[in-house]
């Protein structure tokens, strides 16, 4: 029988990600797949679409749904299928700007490995994080990187890449006020910190590891935590994260926990996989459902 994949992608991407797109394409075609190309057009499309194809009957429903786009674009589709128990697995085709899901699970961003990868269906079950009821696969983070996300220049991300956050941290240097965040973890006593990512993969901003014991497979987060505020330190923990010794620094903890409550001011974003998810006060959880993530072939 022919084997059926549903890939909702982004049609404004670069012409050299469309291309990539296509190879997969035409390599899954030829393995006999039958595609169902469904592009976007407009945020929260991937959401939608992800979740009526999870809604199908059986008889009707791909036996694959993939997405080809971000970090973001895939967590959009994430949300649209965690709440399902039909068990869809998915898979990505990496589009993005650091594709930390791809890294996480050593998917080369390139179409022989994903169409293999498709192709082999082999499956994982990972554990999906909450904040606020809306589902992330990497990391929750609330503090300056939140911060970063919620004032990014889209126009300038799509022309410069990475270098559009890194233009955005450095903007954080004069504006953000360095407040205290409270976090509590599975109920133990309050710890203050200036900045907090909850983890669920190990992996940060491309391959920058933050959380070394983080394991999407595993059902806890790696809650790390900046403990000390100011210029000072912020550039101290960037240059420490860009060396690959942040786990190690000076005033970054990390510690693990299941159900995690953040306050701070009021209205302060929460970013979900480069996305903003919502605002203060933050409940994290892990997702009840766990979803069955594609991954490639051992060779």
Not at 17 to 30: G, M, P, S, W
Not at 240 to 259: D, F, K, Q, V
């Amino acid at each position: 029988m022919t084997s059926r994949i549903a890939i909702i992608f982004n049609p404004i991407a670069g012409r050299r990600r469309r291309l990539t797109l296509e190879d997969v394409c035409d390599r899954l075609t030829a393995r006999g797949w039958a595609i169902d190309l469904r592009p976007t057009g407009a945020r929260g499309d991937a959401e939608r679409m992800a979740r009526e194809i999870a809604d199908l009957p059986r008889e009707s429903r791909p036996d694959l749904l993939a997405v080809a786009g971000g970090d973001g674009t895939i967590g959009e589709a994430i949300n649209g299928l965690s709440r399902s128990a039909t068990g869809l697995p998915i898979a990505i085709i990496p589009m993005g700007t650091a594709n930390v899901l791809a890294a996480e699970i050593g998917l080369a961003v390139n179409a022989d490995a994903i169409a293999a990868a498709i192709d082999a269906r082999r499956s994982r079950a990972i554990y999906i994080g909450r904040a606020n009821e809306r589902a992330f696969t990497l990391m929750a983070g609330v503090g300056v990187d939140a911060h970063v996300v919620a004032d990014l220049d889209i126009a300038l991300k799509r022309r410069i890449g990475k270098g559009a956050y890194v233009w955005g941290a450095i903007k954080q240097l004069f504006r953000f006020g360095f407040p205290t965040y409270q976090v509590r973890i599975d109920g133990a006593p309050p710890i203050n910190a200036a900045s907090v990512i909850v983890a669920k993969g190990r992996f940060y901003g491309g391959r920058h590891v933050v959380a070394p014991k983080a394991r999407l497979a595993d059902p806890t987060f790696q809650i790390c935590l900046f403990e000390r505020r100011g210029t000072f330190h912020m550039l101290r923990y960037a240059l420490a994260l860009g060396l690959g010794r942040l786990p190690n620094a000076r005033g970054y903890s990390i510690l693990e926990g299941c159900e995690i409550t953040i306050t701070g001011p009021d209205g302060d974003p929460i970013q979900g996989d480069g996305d903003v998810l919502g605002h203060l006060p933050a409940r994290i959880a892990i997702a009840p459902l766990p979803v069955q993530l594609i991954v490639p072939v051992r060779r």
